[in-house]
């Protein structure tokens, strides 16, 4: 796990304890800090992936890190508009739940990646694999996210990477969710490019796989 | 002296050791297969149901039934609908609680006058009348701590703890009063004893804090309303961090994840709370027969010495795609290598 710094530290225990105008209080101080470069997306994610990975390990819960994301994007949304950088709103992020209407994940996806400075596309839940493969296409996206809680639903995921590549498409297919970590070699019989174990890794994801198609 | 099913599951919830260790393989999907109906065919039926839980004691041996269809039965009975998929349980359609201020109107259903509900009851009963006392029947009531993921979805409703703790209080109690009527009305029925589906117990789920301030609270007064034993289903959740709040609530047993160790759990258990697990269904499929073999002797080395322990999956539903050979050789090994005493144990360990 990456050792944070003190700022991150101090974000990280004002999530747990719920407290929005702490968290606000502390990403206002990063902005105004005159000696301080780092941009406020770099006190939020690290909190965010430091809060995922102690959810992985049995240490928070499920509950603490929506939470924590929604306090995030929160506090984040009149930040980012001005610092967003231009490859964050230039990604086109989309993402979905197949045969499935569990939409929690994907709710906590969305909430880290907005904190991240991403304008993810919701492109719905309980969608038929074709269905989540046509709003992908028809929303030109770049990256397609797909959230399962149950078994039956990861299994189709096969069915959208398929239909991606039959279209001729070669988006890449990020997948997450139980049925992953409960059965770690099933996201690449599925045929998916990466899998996230926790809402925060869907930010370093998409970081890698955009570096990688610039 | 071969035990009934009844009488192996009492010697092992009261921690002695049975004739072998109790098996049930929870595939509530797969008699449809068998039946030549689909999922939504099949539990569109209550006598649907009464076959297929015969016939999968019949082929598994299991040592409990039960009739309890999916969780999304709950949505239909506050007057929402289930969404029926080919391959796998129902789920929930749109929340009957659209917006917080539902809850000041929210009125529960009347088990005695609720269709999906007395159909739940009518498989109970005319179950009981087939197996009589010989193998016992659970009966299924989702806790009103949980029971908010499928009236309101998840999101809102943990924006609702978070938000309006006034509303969250008046819904819970709503919901444990149902809750107790439902478990009640299931016990009458013929079932012998409540398993309390409560995921929202696990802390991978909720906080320690909203758990012990809400969850704990209505399990304490549900059980203590509740006219027979019941137990808790984390439904695949951790619960090794709750085990003192599990058993200072009244249950009796609980369910064992998959995700964690269950020797661990075992010792924090012993002899004060039943186990009830932790073969992790989502890998079943890509078993071999001497895989699965190898998971059983494992949950048994790890949590059936001295009884209180029955085996079973984590989720306690095992996915429809799961196939009957690895469901077959599941019930085979749990037979083979659960015959008490477990004698082989001292080599396995060595």
Redesign the interface.
């Given at each position: 796990m990456q050792e944070l710094t003190r700022k991150q530290k101090l974000f990280v225990q004002a999530l747990m304890q719920?407290d929005t105008s702490r968290c606000r209080e502390l990403l206002a101080g990063q902005q105004t800090s005159e000696d301080c470069s780092t941009h406020p997306e770099e006190i939020v994610v690290p909190a965010l992936e430091n809060i995922g990975q102690a959810?992985e390990t049995?240490h928070?819960?499920?509950?603490?890190v929506?939470?924590s994301s929604?306090i995030c994007e929160k506090v984040m949304e009149k930040i980012l508009p001005q610092d967003s950088t231009p490859q964050e709103s230039s990604t086109r992020l989309a993402i979905g739940v197949i045969?499935?209407?569990?939409?929690?994940g994907k709710?906590m996806v969305i909430s880290s990646l907005r904190s991240a400075g991403y304008k993810p596309i919701d492109l719905g839940h309980?969608l038929k694999a074709e269905e989540l493969v046509e709003k992908a296409l028809q929303e030109k996206a770049d990256i397609l996210l797909i959230s399962c809680l149950?078994?039956?639903?990861a299994?189709h995921v096969k069915d959208v990477v398929e239909g991606l590549n039959r279209a001729g498409s070669q988006i890449p297919v990020v997948v997450g969710g139980?049925?992953f970590?409960?059965?770690p070699?099933?996201w690449k019989e599925t045929g998916a490019h990466a899998v996230g174990n926790n809402s925060a890794d869907a930010v370093k994801i998409v970081r890698d796989l955009v570096g990688r198609q610039l | 002296m071969t035990m009934t099913s009844a009488e192996r599951l009492q010697h092992a919830l009261a921690h002695k050791e049975p004739d072998r260790v109790p098996c049930v393989i929870a595939a509530a999907m797969h008699p449809a297969r068998d039946m030549g109906l689909s999922i939504k065919e099949y539990f569109s039926r209550p006598e649907n149901i009464v076959e297929g839980q015969l016939r999968l004691h019949r082929k598994f041996g299991n040592d409990m039934l039960c009739c309890y269809p999916f969780a999304a039965i709950e949505c239909i009975a506050w007057g929402g609908e289930a969404i029926y998929f080919d391959q796998g349980p129902p789920n929930c359609g749109a929340p009957v609680i659209k917006k917080p201020e539902d809850i000041l109107s929210l009125e529960p259903p009347r088990v005695s006058e609720n269709a999906a509900l007395k159909a739940n009851l009518k498989a109970i009963s005319e179950l009981k009348a087939v197996v009589g006392d010989d193998i016992p029947i659970s009966g299924v009531a989702v806790s009103p701590f949980s029971l908010p993921i499928m009236q309101m979805g998840f999101e809102a409703y943990l924006d609702l703890i978070f938000e309006r703790p006034d509303l969250l209080e008046r819904l819970l109690q709503i919901n444990a009063d149902y809750c107790v009527e439902w478990a009640n009305a299931q016990l009458k029925a013929g079932a012998s004893a409540v398993m309390y589906s409560d995921p929202a117990f696990s802390p991978g789920i909720m906080s320690r804090d909203w758990v012990q301030k809400y969850g704990a609270s209505a399990a304490k007064q549900v059980i203590s309303r509740i006219n027979g034993s019941v137990m808790i289903h984390l439904a695949s959740g951790r619960g090794l961090p709750i085990v003192d709040e599990i058993i200072h609530a009244g249950f009796f047993a609980m369910s064992a994840s998959a995700e964690e160790d269950l020797g661990e759990l075992k010792r924090a258990c012993k002899g004060r709370l039943a186990l009830v697990g932790n073969l992790n269904a989502l890998v079943m499929n890509h078993w071999t027969e001497k895989d699965a073999e190898a998971a059983v002797k494992k949950a048994i080395a790890q949590a059936a010495p001295g009884g209180g322990f029955v085996l079973m999956d984590n989720h306690g539903e095992i996915p429809f795609i799961v196939r009957e050979d690895i469901l077959l050789a599941v019930s085979d090994a749990a037979r083979r290598w659960g015959q008490y005493p477990l004698n082989w144990l001292s080599d396995y360990e060595q």
């Open positions: 719920l959810w049995g928070i819960s499920l509950s603490q929506y939470m929604r045969e499935d209407y569990h939409a929690l709710r309980g149950m078994l039956a639903s299994i139980a049925p970590r409960l059965y070699a099933l | -």
